[in-house]
């Protein structure tokens, strides 16, 4: 049985979002590498064989005490260990550069760039980091203009890990305990979230709530969260006015689970805990604002319910925060309630539209991708679901076990590489309705790698497929050495504008070292 | 003998030209040479014979034999005692390595010259010195070339050491002290003054100890001279003036124990005028820090001293006697006398251009501030082509025209290129109480090294310190009192070579024991001596302690070697080596990426 570590190290929501892969994962023995702080809550993913974790509280107290030498032993010890395993294949869904370097270090022998056979996703390799597969550097080009993805988060990381779809429609956690769910329904609200942006307010909940209870006697609710979140609970008990089962501060990760999975539903904003709900295969209704964005992070379950506010400045760009909280009230609670509802009494919902706010329902299309469907009915596709079909055909046409051959670029040159990109941006082109962009991709690969630098400066599908070429010569091995030369310097351009790294004299054909990001 | 006698001289020109002028002194009486039963020349002093009166040369073969058993494969070996140098021919003979001989008492060195085999040392070093840190400093380079003080073997010439148990025994335990301490180098923070004299020397001190291979970080207050002159006149209100004045020194202060800690240095070194609180000195010795100060002032005039001088754990001065006893009084329990120098990098001979010897030259000049005694004996020499330089000469009266620039302050390049021009450099040093010649003077101005660092000729005055530091009149020209300057001057402008001679002597004496890497190396050995260990040796992140965490782990190990020098590394210090060597990246290296990029992840969070 192949031995497959997954590493994620970010937060509870990122890993219960995991739990879908390790449910995909069938045939392997998983290992999860997580945060320390969590190593309880992946241990509750079903499937997961073995949980090792890197406790980054110390690690970071080490650092900033200067202790160099516990520092690199604490490193040093978990890759001993990750080695120990010799894993058949490491997926790295973490997406930093700390990660990248563990992705490296979890193997017996450095990886090269193009070795893709084990390591996935961002890698620490023999000359410094780099993006190890399409759907790697996919993501990475993704990662500052998000709005032009087609993925949601888990799909990305499905196709990331070479991993087919989830097995769907139960939980992908462990059983809790038996504490089975009662005779009256129960609604279960996450009131906070890990930013005001994306937090509705305490009030907005408990009006739902009230309307809901009112309208299915007999209702229970209850409340979950952090001890962070007790004022947030204080409140809505006090614009609520009846008893709720306040259990805001009181649950370890483990507790939260039994409460969610004895829940009829989980109304949330975009928290671990909706994430939980999906994993535990409860419904929910999302309410997403500010920075979340519903096509990236939805709950990964059918028939999940979101709101979402229409105003022309949601979702908040990830640098460029509004400063208000407006979109807060686009969203009427009687709304959210009406369809709590009918969701708790077993009915279907259907998608609303309106001039402040719509909401959508998780679906997954034929390519087991995940989908929201709007209140909209369209015959054409959408330009997300036209984007997908692209990246799939694209990317899905070199199954795993030739992509590192796909990758090996030494024999080629400039050239051949420019025309592939042109090839695809041909087929780009024919994928995209209108299709206006693409002349001016052409146009612009044409060019030098200079304006290849500018044209991945452009923020839509052009400065995307340009930025992906990019990265596509970032990683490109030893090759002519002319062509080797003039990357070099367009790299070193790059970086020296990016005032990353000053430039070096002795650097390879690549920023190498230097690129260490 | 004669020709033994010539050849060893020419040997001793080619290896240790410094000690011609002392080889061919004439053997004292109280050392006595005769022929031994076999031949050779044996030597007694004050009744103890240095070597066998029957054959003093199978004696050495078969002492040199024994000697060199114990001395591990490739280690350079210091020889203490010369006698008439058979043990050292000896030993010579048997050594694949280098050999240093150090010699306390010099009336041996002309028994040696005139009776040994000193040719046949091959490219040994001797050193004659009766001083222990002087020693120590003369053996500095021999040590560093051998690979450190730990590669060094001591071998005595028993009948020697007899003589001056004391002197050799120091010297032995004070090398092998600075094997343990000293061979990483340490880390030192320079504090310099806000201005005046001492700030230049603040520096000379810090370009010395980078010379001397140390890692140095210089808080240079010069910085906060203006918000001094502001302070000055925000407010006519001298309270207001006075309360604003410790704040900014509160404020310079504490910025020494931020800077310590910051660069986890080992010694914090300030000069004479720079700002240190009693806190920082209890928060600096709390973490071990030893602090030292140069006090380059006159104790009797600037009584400062009075106030912090129990602050520092060091205290260097450039005067002695009366003021030790007066430090001692208080409680300072490490002081001791370092003379001023020169920094030869900066005070040079140049090549100067016409334009430039009309603009700095002159038959006579003086560069420095007017002084009450200046002023009175300068008054005398308006008949003679003089240049005077330097500040504070308000009312010049009859030094008006000889007086350059309108008295504005010369700097240091300016001065260096006075030096070379002028015929004569008048050197009178400064007084506020006497006429003429300060009869008391005792320590020797910085400009007596600089002048003659930058082979200029000098007339300077009669101190007391003097004799010991030059060869009155064979390395610098003296006068007594002020009637002496003008015959002096007409005497030296008349016999060029006469002063060419002099200030070639004095040029060579000063790159031979009067440069600040002297000096800071004489002050760190003497630190070193009473101090365990270096703070940095004990840091975890010092370089050695690393190394011993990484046993088992070739490739960190290999990476730390590199670093060797660095002392105490942090973690950019690590990565900036990562960034330069060439090749594929390995596990350790991959580590400390990883380490870096997570910290800058939490920077970037905030969670720092």
Same mark, same amino acid.
């Given at each position: 049985m192949p031995r497959h570590l997954i590493i994620q190290l970010a937060r509870f929501g990122d890993l219960m979002q995991t739990a879908p892969l390790v449910s995909a994962a069938v045939g392997d023995e998983v290992h999860l590498l997580v945060d320390s702080s969590l190593e309880s809550a992946a241990g509750m993913i079903d499937g997961v064989t073995w949980v090792h974790t890197f406790d980054r509280t110390a690690f970071s107290k080490e650092l900033n005490q200067n202790d160099v030498t516990h520092a690199y032993q604490r490193v040093s010890a978990l890759a001993q260990a990750l080695q120990a395993n010799n894993f058949d294949k490491v997926s790295n869904i973490t997406h930093t550069a700390e990660s990248a370097y563990l992705t490296g270090l979890a193997v017996k022998s450095l990886p090269r760039r193009t070795d893709i056979s084990v390591c996935r996703g961002m890698t620490g390799g023999r000359k410094g980091t780099y993006s190890a597969g399409n759907w790697s550097r996919l993501f990475r080009a993704l &990662?500052? !203009? !998000?709005? &032009?993805?087609?993925?949601?988060l888990v799909d990305l990381h499905l196709k990331l890990a070479g991993l087919g779809s989830p097995n769907r429609g139960k939980s992908w956690l462990k059983a809790t305990s038996p504490a089975s769910k009662s005779d009256y329904p129960l609604l279960t609200i996450q009131l906070g979230a890990n930013s005001p942006l994306r937090m509705w307010e305490p009030a907005n909940f408990a009006a739902t709530a009230r309307i809901v209870a009112e309208a299915l006697p007999g209702l229970q609710i209850a409340l979950v969260g952090s001890k962070d979140e007790l004022a947030l609970a204080t409140e809505f008990e006090r614009v609520y006015g009846s008893t709720v089962q306040n259990f805001v501060g009181k649950t370890n990760l483990q507790e939260l689970a039994e409460v969610i999975a004895r829940s009829s539903l989980v109304l949330s904003g975009d928290t671990g805990t909706i994430h939980l709900a999906a994993a535990l295969n409860v419904p929910t209704v999302g309410i997403y604002l500010g920075m979340a964005r519903a096509d990236d992070t939805a709950p990964y379950r059918t028939g999940s319910v979101i709101f979402e506010s229409r105003r022309a400045c949601y979702p908040c760009a990830e640098n460029n925060r509004c400063g208000h909280v407006s979109c807060h009230s686009d969203i009427p609670p009687v709304v959210v309630a009406a369809d709590v509802v009918q969701l708790l009494s077993g009915r279907k919902v259907t998608p609303q539209l309106s001039d402040s706010f719509q909401s959508r329902i998780v679906e997954f299309d034929e390519d087991g991708c995940l989908d929201l469907m709007g209140a909209t009915v369209s015959t054409q596709p959408s330009r997300r679901q036209t984007l997908r079909k692209f990246w799939l055909k694209e990317f899905g046409q070199f199954p795993s076990d030739h992509e590192s051959e796909n990758f090996n670029?030494?024999? !080629?040159d400039l050239a051949e590489l420019t025309g592939a990109a042109l090839s695809a941006a041909r087929r780009f082109e024919l994928a995209l309705i209108g299709g206006n962009q693409i002349e001016k991709a052409r146009e612009l690969l044409k060019l030098n790698l200079k304006d290849i630098e500018l044209a991945a400066n452009q923020p839509d599908e052009s400065g995307l497929l340009a930025h992906l070429f990019q990265l596509e010569l970032e990683d490109?091995?030893?090759?002519?050495k002319l062509i080797a030369g003039k990357i070099k310097l367009s790299l070193e351009n790059l970086y020296r504008r990016a005032r990353l790294y000053p430039p070096r004299q002795s650097i390879g054909i690549l920023p190498l070292r230097a690129a260490t990001r | 003998m004669e020709k033994s006698f010539q050849d060893n001289l020419s040997w001793l020109k080619a290896t240790n030209p410094t000690l011609i002028e002392l080889a061919e002194k004439p053997i004292p009486a109280h050392v006595v040479v005769s022929p031994s039963r076999k031949g050779a020349s044996t030597l007694a002093v004050a009744d103890i014979q240095l070597h066998s009166s029957y054959d003093p040369v199978s004696e050495a073969e078969k002492l040199a034999e024994k000697a060199v058993e114990p001395i591990p494969d490739g280690n350079a070996v210091v020889l203490l005692g010369l006698g008439i140098g058979y043990f050292a021919e000896s030993l010579r003979k048997r050594l694949g390595s280098a050999l240093a001989i150090v010699e306390a008492d010099p009336d041996i060195l002309p028994a040696a010259t005139q009776h040994?085999? =000193?040719?046949? =040392?091959?490219?040994a070093l001797i050193v004659v010195e009766g001083k222990v840190d002087r020693a120590i400093s003369a053996l500095r380079k021999f040590a560093e070339s051998a690979g450190g003080w730990s590669k060094v073997t001591f071998v005595a010439h028993a009948p020697s050491v007899k003589r001056f148990p004391n002197f050799y025994a120091e010297l032995e335990a004070l090398a092998k002290a600075q094997s343990s301490s000293m061979t990483s180098k340490i880390g030192i923070l320079v504090v310099t003054p806000m201005y005046g004299g001492s700030l230049p020397i603040a520096n000379y001190c810090a370009s010395a100890f980078r010379r001397l291979g140390h890692r140095v970080e210089t808080l240079d207050n010069s910085i906060y001279d203006e918000a001094r002159r502001q302070i000055e006149t925000v407010s006519r209100d001298r309270r207001h003036r006075g309360m604003l004045g410790d704040l900014l020194a509160t404020l310079m202060s504490e910025t020494i124990t931020a800077k310590a800690l910051d660069a986890s240095v080992d010694l914090v070194w300030l000069l004479a005028q720079s700002p240190m609180s009693a806190q920082v000195a209890t928060e600096l010795r709390k973490n071990k820090i030893p602090t030292a100060f140069w006090?380059?002032?006159e104790w009797q005039y600037r009584e400062y001293w009075k106030d912090c001088a129990t602050r520092f754990d060091y205290f260097f001065t450039i005067q002695d006697s009366g003021f030790h006893k007066a430090l001692a009084r208080m409680g300072v329990a490490h002081a001791k006398k370092l003379d001023l120098a020169a920094d030869p990098t900066v005070h040079r001979p140049l090549e100067l251009t016409p334009a430039e010897i009309t603009e700095y030259g002159s038959d006579v000049s003086h560069v420095g501030a007017g002084f009450r005694n200046r002023r009175q004996v300068f008054s005398g020499l308006t008949g003679y082509d003089f240049k005077l330089w330097g500040n504070d000469w308000d009312d010049p009266g009859l030094l008006r025209k000889h007086l350059q620039r309108d008295g504005a302050r010369i700097s240091s390049a300016d001065m260096v290129k006075i030096f070379n021009a002028s015929r004569i450099n008048l050197n009178l040093h400064s007084s506020q109480f006497h006429d003429g010649v300060n009869p008391d003077g005792d320590y020797v101005n910085p400009r007596t090294f600089e002048i003659a660092a930058a082979k200029g000729f000098q007339l300077t005055d009669r101190r007391s310190d003097l004799s010991s530091l030059f060869n009155r009149d064979g390395e610098v020209a003296v006068f007594d009192t002020a009637r002496d300057i003008a015959p002096m001057i007409e005497h030296y402008l008349s016999r060029p070579d006469e002063r060419h001679r002099i200030a070639e002597a004095g040029y060579r004496r000063v790159l031979k024991d009067h440069t600040y890497d002297l000096r800071m190396s004489e002050a760190l050995n003497y630190i070193f001596a009473f101090e365990q260990k270096p703070a940095s040796a004990r840091h975890p992140n010092h370089i050695d302690n690393l190394k011993r965490e990484a046993d088992g782990d070739p490739e960190l190990l290999s990476l730390l070697e590199e670093m060797q020098a660095a002392g105490v590394v942090t973690l950019d210090q690590i990565i900036d080596r990562i960034r330069k060597r060439d090749g594929d990246l390995n596990k350790a290296e991959l580590i400390f990426l990883l380490m870096f990029e997570f910290r800058r992840w939490m920077a970037e969070k905030d969670l720092a």
């Open positions: &990662l500052c !203009r !998000r709005e &032009l993805g087609a993925f949601h670029h030494s024999t !080629r490109l091995p030893e090759g002519p | 040994g085999n =000193l040719a046949s =040392l091959g490219e006090f380059v002032e």
